[in-house]
């Protein structure tokens, strides 16, 4: 059974970077691509960023809601089972719950009916 934790949540000043961890168990980890969602308040669950699973180095692939494009980086780590989201430049548009995803297979995914396991989420407050 897949577990996925978030970490690294918090509030800030607009313009401030966070960055958020998830910790994956359960499972084989490079056998997932990894998501990142939000849901802002009164808002659907949305997409932020995913990163493919990866063997090698260079198959590694990211994609990016275009709002957060250019400030956020999702990375992972295969040794550790962890994936990480660095925010930067933050705007209050960037306030919301945010959550880890997986996936089973290797292709990306904006989709958050496609995601099988889901975190608790961390809540992000950035203030104006």
């Known amino acids: 059974q897949v577990q996925l934790v978030e970490s690294g949540g918090g509030s800030v000043q607009a313009g401030d970077s966070l960055r958020l961890s998830c910790a994956f168990s359960?499972?084989?980890?490079?056998?997932?691509?990894m998501g990142w969602f939000r849901q802002r308040s009164g808002k659907e669950r949305e997409f932020v960023a995913a990163i493919m699973s990866s063997i090698m180095p260079f198959d590694r692939h990211t994609d990016y809601e275009d709002s957060v494009a250019g400030r956020f980086t999702i990375s992972r780590d295969n040794a550790k089972n962890l994936i990480y989201l660095q925010m930067d430049n933050l705007t209050s548009e960037d306030t919301a719950l945010y959550y880890c995803a997986a996936r089973p297979g290797k292709l990306l995914n904006r989709r958050t009916a496609v995601y099988e396991h889901w975190g608790q989420g961390t809540q992000v407050t950035v203030s104006s």
């Open positions: 359960g499972r084989t980890f490079s056998d997932y691509v």
